[in-house]
């Protein structure tokens, strides 16, 4: 059973960072591309970093320079550094297993407010 466990996420202000973790288990972690998608209220879901099986990364122009996505295969987690964070970065942001069926985790939420 896949399973994908977010953590991480909390109250910043404008300008902080912050780290999001996903714990993935039930798979072989280190054959997926695995990717953090974000949805804000009354928004659709978007894709906010990608990384496929051998670490190459792909980020959509509205974060890229600031979030970096990395991978630890031997501790099958998957990471999110945020850095100058702002107030549209607020949404929940949920981990997922990419592929022909794609798994979310519950998501985590990011608050970004003074």
């Known amino acids: 059973q896949v399973q994908l466990v977010e953590s991480g996420g909390g109250l910043v202000q404008p300008g902080g960072s912050l780290r999001l973790s996903c714990a993935a288990s039930?798979?072989?972690?280190?054959?997926?591309?695995m990717g953090w998608y974000r949805q804000a209220p009354g928004k659709q879901r978007e894709l906010v970093a990608h990384?496929?099986?051998?670490?190459?990364?792909n980020y959509p122009d509205s974060v890229r320079g600031r979030f970096q996505i990395s991978r630890d295969n031997a501790k099958n987690t998957v990471y999110l550094q945020m850095n100058s964070l702002n107030s549209e970065d607020t949404a929940v942001y949920y981990c997922?297993?990419?592929?022909?069926?794609?798994?979310w985790g519950q998501g985590t939420q990011v608050t970004v407010s003074s």
């Open positions: 990384i496929n099986r051998y670490g190459t990364t």
């Open positions: 997922a297993r990419v592929g022909s069926l794609t798994s």
């Open positions: 039930g798979f072989v972690f280190s054959i997926y591309d």
